[in-house]
């Protein structure tokens, strides 16, 4: 239910932003969570703060001309969202994929707000990406395109200004592409201007893992609050990329089992828990598909075109893409004898979704605070090449926990606060919410 005011404030949401529905669904959710601050803080809605939070400062769109490998010329947008920068430079991902349009990338910059915010560290929301398919597509062609794509990005990022990273669609391979094209361009070694880099040129340990981890160290919390751990858990995963196969790595050294992963293609069950080095070797090194998965490993089974979420579990953690548990996924969840669930994912459950979740009682970990880890150690690679420094991958770790320690108890203490003790859902949207617009009343009408 919507408190009256921001009704209102909702209603014109949807009149100035037609058809985008994703955001539409990300600023509902953090409305809903928002209505008892303003009853405390009469000052965000004098200032019409909530208004300016759902206005992005900038929405940059552009061209991206390439060839492909036989010569022929292709079209691609690119997007970036610069959404909010009153704690620091723009700061967010870039993803890559077909379903990219102007909708997705405003709800995952909105959402990275207040991410952001919770990290505690200073940096701004931004989003960005292309409907480019960077699938069975070639090394010479994903480079061409992240060098077009750069070529147009350049002129709006900087260490100060906006510092992307990766998303979907966007690992390692293609953030090296990308960031050899802005020195060639710009003639400066500006190794700020974006995260997720190799280790040998200004990269950070641990944030290859980070999201993955982040999220398992925030489960592994929720858990210890319940009095319980991982310890012998049955833990079903989606996906397969970067954070899902991070997840499954520190799923598996706090003690967990995870008995099944993703792809679109349909998801493998391994009962005696996935193989990480064989998935590793599929996803990372071959870029395969998942059922090359279950034909190397005899006794798991591939089952195409179908939810993971069938598969009983008593920890869930989404690790794919959004909306991805739908009301009807989350109820079998529960009958099966979920406990908790940790979004690695931006926004994978859906609001039917998470009711199911939150009238069973479930520890549900919304993905603004369970996989802020990722964006966490991003700012923390800022801060090691703004210092020309490099941190031991064990000293990064300890770092991200303590991170991710303290986003969990922030959420509850904030939860508890607003009479709605347990509800991380709305902690972490109040949390997040409430430093933005502190920042934002402290710098005047900007
Ligand atoms: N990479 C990062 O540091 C962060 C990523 N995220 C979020 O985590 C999610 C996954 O991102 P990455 O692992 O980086 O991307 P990725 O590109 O490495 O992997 C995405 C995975 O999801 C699978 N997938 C996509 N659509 C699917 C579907 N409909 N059904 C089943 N599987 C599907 C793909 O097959 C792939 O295995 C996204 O929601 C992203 O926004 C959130 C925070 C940080
Ligand atoms: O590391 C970053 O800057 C962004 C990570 C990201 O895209 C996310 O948190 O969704």
Redesign the pocket.
Known sequence: MLHEKLSAIYDNVLRRNPGEIEFHQAVREVLESIGPVLGKHPEYAESKIIERICEPERQIIFRVPWTDDKGEVHINRGFRVEFNSALGPYKG?L?FHPSVYLGIVKF?GFEQIFKNSLTGLPIGGGKGGSDFDPKGRSDGEVMRFCQSFMTELYRHIGEYTDVP???????GREIGYLFGQYKRITNRYESGVIT?KGLVYGGAQVRTE??GYGCSFFVQEMLKARGTSFDGKRVVV???????IYTIEKVEQLGGVVVAC???SGYVLDEKGIDLDLLKQI?QVERARLDVYAQRRPHATFVPGRS?WEVPGEVAMP????N?ITGHDAATMVANGLIAVGE???M?TTPEGIKVFQEAGIAYGP?KAA?AG??ATSALEMQQNASRDSWTFEFSEQRLQEIMRDIHDRCLATADEYGMPGNYVAGANIDGFRRVADAMLALGLI
Request: proline share 3%; no cysteine.
């Open positions: 991902g993803r995952l990273a990766g998303d979907t669609g966007v690992g997720g980070a999201t989606s996906g397969s990329g970067n954070v899902a993703s792809d679109s996803k993971v690790s794919a893409t959004q991805e690695g994912a931006n994978p993905g996989n990722g964006v």
